[in-house]
């Protein structure tokens, strides 16, 4: 379970994110979608503890971000767009640090299978540097996919995959939801939101502008019964005039 109650973020005097509140039960996955600046990346970084709100609250796995991080985040894998990973340590390796950290138990069990569902078993013994930038982000995911996290948050998750990538990171996403992870996902390929999201959150600078399923928002929204999300998109965001 992931939940963001009236989620404030200010840098300085600008407020990126501005109120906002948002549940997501096991098994749900939430698409944040908006433009450039909206603050969906203030958003995620709130929701993994890398930045900490001005005010609200964010629970992960009913323990609150703030009062209990350490049970908070073990529960929590985040993935950014852009991959961090360890100069010095080999993939193998890196699974074997993230389960330290973890305190995986089975780890011998489970690298192999992850290495195998993200096509790295024949890198195992290679260093970042030796990665090419669509591996480096799927050993990311690997280390965020070895300690079966009951919420899973993901920052534009196919940048840099191959389409076949594309296609099993998308199948690895859905599976991870049906065995019961609470998962949100940021993303501004939308048919990525529309095949995999129970529930869409539209946010534009900052605030709320749409929230439930597609359905949902379409039926607050007569006139756009029968548009595409990309439509329904531009309509709620007014970036620009939807298609004729
Ligand atoms: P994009 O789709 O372009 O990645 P986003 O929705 O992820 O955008 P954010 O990165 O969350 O947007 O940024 C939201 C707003 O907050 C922007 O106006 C941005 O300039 C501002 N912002 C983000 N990080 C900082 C920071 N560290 N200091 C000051 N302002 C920031």
């Known amino acids: 379970m992931i939940s963001v109650q009236s989620l404030t973020k200010r840098y300085g005097d600008f407020t990126a994110v501005d109120g906002i509140s948002f549940d997501v039960a096991p098994g749900e ?137 594309m296609r099993r990171m998308r199948a690895t996403i859905a599976a991870r939801a049906r065995a019961g992870t609470a998962v949100v996902l940021s993303s501004h390929l939308l048919t990525l939101v529309e095949e995999l999201c129970t529930k869409i959150f539209v946010i534009r600078r900052g605030r709320c502008v749409a929230y439930g399923s597609l359905a949902q928002i379409v039926e607050s929204h007569p006139e756009l019964v029968g548009r595409s999300l990309e439509d329904v998109f531009l309509a709620l965001t007014g970036e620009g005039e939807s298609a004729p």
């Open 29 to 165: 996955v939430l698409g944040l979608v908006g433009p450039n600046g909206a603050g969906k990346t203030t958003t995620l970084r709130c929701l993994a503890g890398i930045i900490a709100p001005s005010t609200g609250a964010v629970l992960l796995g009913g323990y609150d971000l703030q009062q209990s991080p350490v049970d908070a985040k073990r529960t929590l894998a985040f993935i950014p767009d852009e991959p961090h990973l360890f100069d010095y340590l080999t993939v193998e390796e890196h699974l074997r640090f993230i389960a330290r950290v973890y305190g995986v138990a089975d780890v011998e069990q489970r690298i192999g299978p992850v290495l195998e569902e993200l096509e790295l078993a024949d890198k195992r013994r290679s260093l970042p540097d030796e990665l090419s930038r669509g591996m480096k982000q799927k050993l990311a995911i690997a280390c965020g996919l070895l300690h079966e996290p009951k919420t899973l948050v993901l920052d534009e998750p196919l940048t840099g995959l191959d389409p076949g990538g």
